[in-house]
């Protein structure tokens, strides 16, 4: 079944669209009501709500409010919290659904909504063409809601905690960007409660401006902060905190596949990785496999999205995967992304070695890769653009097993997505520009 508004992860765009308002949000909140009473084994009538610190999720979740309680369950308010809390509560308190109200990386004009099930994970591809199935027409009246209110974030707090020694992180100076996003507090007080002594970036949210020149799609003050004050990394959040890019001690960044090298590596020596696999996505970059096959793993991919990888997880019996957007899932703590469980593992890993993270990067070396997005009128199938998918062929042949080509549309953007690895970066870069040429030859192109 086709979905008609869920993207990548749930639906997203502009707050005051047709796809983002509080009509769409009051027929999202009653068709995922309907969605939950389908569930032969759940009784259970709460649904916990979390947003981010956009000013736009408080209309927004008095909505979605109002669509469940249409259907007679019981809507949870958790206040702002990071994606990964409401994952856990959901897991914890038993829940009939979870709802996120965040549009993640995007600016503060955009907002989103994402729903998990009560196992703590997001829906899945046929189930959200399920609750879109089962929307109503119409939103009905609208009227402010007197939701009930509970604590997500203590619980998470106390979980991410415990996950390293106390007082661990006594003389360690990090630099955290938490985006003026979700994590604004919870990252800050858990790194504190471990000892750290922080210099701050993004936390001072209003409502306008998350992910405005911070947090993990500008990690440039992060980098910067980190070589003015000699810290020993960075953390930068995204706008609800369920991934994390990091920044080494010369001040360079380290992306999600980097991350989840130096976890599989590390897993792999101790002979803890599960079923000796970790999990990435067709966007990682080769440099993954490489590494990890050389020291005994094994690497598989997965669509792009982190419940895809978490799918894939499951199905081979893995703990160990992600995105190299920086989505890092260790499902024996969170079955969804979680960035502050992403740096707090890597953490550990630098504690157990003693190596800074400038030396723990060096187990994986990039492939040389480019990426374009082109933004197109229509997205066409790709298998009936006869130009592109000569292009492709052409150029996998000639890249063989030392490249790569990927393109694939965006799945929340009118954009046609270009990735090519190779063994040179003049070599790629004469393929990127080859696809390129492709795409403006079979496609209505408005901007490459």
């Not at 000639?398 to 009118?414: A, D, M, N």
Request: charged residues 25%; neutral net charge.
């Amino acid at each position: 079944m086709k979905r008609q508004f869920f993207g990548t992860d749930g639906v997203r765009g502009a707050y005051g669209s047709a796809l983002m308002d509080e009509a769409m949000a009051w027929r999202l909140g009653a068709g995922a009501a309907r969605l939950a009473k389908t569930r032969p084994d759940s009784k259970a009538t709460r649904v916990f709500i979390g947003r981010d610190t956009r000013a736009s999720g408080v209309v927004l979740e008095n909505a979605i409010a109002g669509g469940l309680l249409s259907e007679g369950l019981q809507p949870v308010s958790l206040g702002i919290v990071p994606t990964p809390a409401v994952s856990l509560l959901l897991r914890r308190e038993g829940a009939a659904l979870g709802v996120v109200i965040t549009a993640s990386h995007n600016p503060a004009r955009d907002n989103g909504i994402k729903f998990f099930g009560p196992n703590g994970l997001k829906l899945t591809d046929d189930e959200e063409a399920h609750l879109e199935a089962l929307m109503p027409a119409e939103a009905g009246t609208m009227s402010l809601q007197r939701l009930l209110q509970a604590e997500g974030l203590k619980p998470y707090i106390e979980v991410a905690t415990a996950l390293l020694p106390a007082q661990c992180l006594r003389g360690w100076k990090i630099v955290l960007d938490a985006a003026n996003g979700a994590a604004w507090r919870s990252s800050r007080i858990v790194l504190e409660k471990l000892g750290a002594e922080l210099s701050l970036i993004g936390t001072e949210p209003d409502g306008t401006n998350i992910n405005a020149g911070v947090g993990s799609q500008h990690p440039e003050q992060m980098c910067a902060r980190v070589k003015l004050t000699g810290a020993r990394l960075g953390i930068a959040h995204d706008g609800d905190a369920d991934r994390c890019i990091l920044c080494d001690d010369h001040g360079e960044v380290l992306d999600g596949d980097e991350m989840l090298t130096i976890l599989a590596l590390h897993a792999l020596k101790q002979g803890k990785l599960a079923a000796n696999t970790l999990v990435v996505t067709v966007q990682s970059n080769l440099g993954v496999d490489t590494a990890v096959t050389a020291a005994g793993g094994r690497v598989v991919r997965s669509n792009v999205g982190d419940r895809y990888v978490i799918e894939r997880m499951l199905a081979d019996g893995a703990t160990l995967g992600g995105e190299s957007s920086g989505h890092v899932i260790c499902t024996e703590i969170s079955p969804t992304g979680d960035g502050l469980v992403a740096a707090l593992k890597v953490i550990e890993v630098m504690l157990d070695t003693g190596r800074p993270l400038s030396e723990l990067r060096l187990g994986m070396k990039k492939f040389p890769q480019l990426s374009a997005g082109v933004v197109v009128k229509e997205k066409k199938p790709l298998e009936t653009l006869p130009t592109m998918t000569a292009t492709i062929a052409t150029l996998e042949a000639e890249l063989g097993p030392r490249g790569r080509v990927l393109v694939r549309y965006s799945g929340t953007e009118p954009k046609l997505r270009l990735l090519v690895e190779g063994e040179t970066d003049a070599q790629v870069k004469s393929c990127l520009d080859r696809l390129r040429a492709a795409a403006r030859t079979d496609l209505e192109v408005i901007k490459d």
